[in-house]
């Protein structure tokens, strides 16, 4: 019945009243300015977290669009060297013009990359829904022989275990996450467990293969399996990561800090919150409670 109501609410989310829907996800997303962003970085990095900050937008299709992002990305670079806080860039790929144009975004790309290397900062280039994929690895390879910058890969797509291959050979950083995109079962896997194993075997071959891992996810049983592959490999604390979303699970990441690993925390901020926030909200288990729940003005439950 629950999975029904949920089905249900998720169908009906774009009748929701944007001022509802941008009350309850703003856990996810630290407001609308760079100095949000960068306050929020503060409440993280006094828990000891990481972080690595994000510019909300994304599916550009104007050129001068991309040139807006670009330039507010090197306003964060900057900010965050200013600022001595522990935290990098992640940059969505269509946001600075992937899907006008190839070279568009490599030189969009180039720009934020060159900036963030003049302060010692590694860019990491986001991974959308799979008409971008091979383009985003393209793009991460082309970037990599002369900047440090990172890719992810998506545990439901069928071909990450050949893509991590082609990433190592130059011993690229690769986060490692289930995929939030809806793809087709002709090129995702579809079933929870085994997405779960392919999270896990992504984990593996990026370690064993020498290359730094960052693990993101909020599913116990990943991060169980991930840290099970580390202490068999006996891989040192410096060579890996954990990421989690802002707004969810600070339980599961206080634990994994207090227990001495590496965790960054994923930190969105803009005014084009929209997309990423109904993302966010169809995975949020409680998520039809929470939109009923505002929309008839009640009180959020505890989560
Ligand atoms: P799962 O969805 O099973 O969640 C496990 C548990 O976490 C849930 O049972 C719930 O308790 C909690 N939870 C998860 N999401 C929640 C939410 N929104 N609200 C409340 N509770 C929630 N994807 C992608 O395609 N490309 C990308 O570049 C990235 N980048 C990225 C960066 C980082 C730092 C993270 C953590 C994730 C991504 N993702 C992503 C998203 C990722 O693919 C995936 O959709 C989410 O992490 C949810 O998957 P979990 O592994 O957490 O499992």
Not at 115 to 141: C, I, N, W
Request: net charge positive; hydrophobic share 45%.
């Amino acid at each position: 019945m629950s999975a029904l109501i949920d089905r249900l609410v998720v169908a009906t989310l774009p009748l929701v009243p944007k001022p509802i829907v941008k009350a309850v996800a703003s856990r996810y997303v630290a407001g609308d300015t760079l100095e949000a962003a960068l306050d929020k970085m503060r409440v993280l990095a006094a828990e000891g977290a990481m972080g690595t900050m994000d510019v909300l937008g994304e599916s550009v299709t104007h050129r001068d669009q991309t040139v807006a992002t670009r330039d507010q990305y090197l306003r964060t670079i900057d900010a965050i060297a200013a600022s001595g806080l522990p935290a990098n860039v992640s940059v969505k790929p269509t946001a600075v013009g992937l899907a006008i144009d190839p070279a568009l975004a490599l030189e969009n790309c180039t720009e934020i990359c060159s900036r963030a290397q003049s302060h010692g900062m590694f860019v990491r280039l986001d991974m959308e829904d799979s008409p971008y994929t091979e383009a985003t690895v393209k793009l991460v390879l082309a970037l990599k022989d002369r900047f440090e910058v990172g890719a992810v890969l998506q545990a439901y797509l069928k071909r990450s275990l050949s893509d991590i291959g082609r990433l190592l050979e130059k011993k690229v950083n690769v986060r490692i996450c289930k995929g939030i995109y809806v793809e087709p079962r002709t090129i995702a896997w579809k079933d929870r467990q085994t997405i779960i194993r392919n999270f896990g075997a992504l984990v593996d071959k990026q370690l064993a293969g020498g290359a730094y891992a960052a693990i993101a996810t909020h599913d116990e049983a990943c991060v169980q399996l991930a840290l099970a592959t580390i202490d068999r490999l006996g891989i040192p604390k410096d060579r890996y990561e954990f990421q989690m979303l802002l707004g969810v699970d600070p339980v599961l990441r206080k634990s994994l800090l207090d227990a001495g690993h590496r965790l960054r925390v994923y930190v969105p901020y803009g005014k084009d919150w929209y997309a990423y926030s109904t993302r966010r909200l169809k995975e949020n288990p409680s998520m039809a409670s929470t939109i009923l729940r505002s929309v008839l003005g009640m009180a959020p439950a505890t989560s």
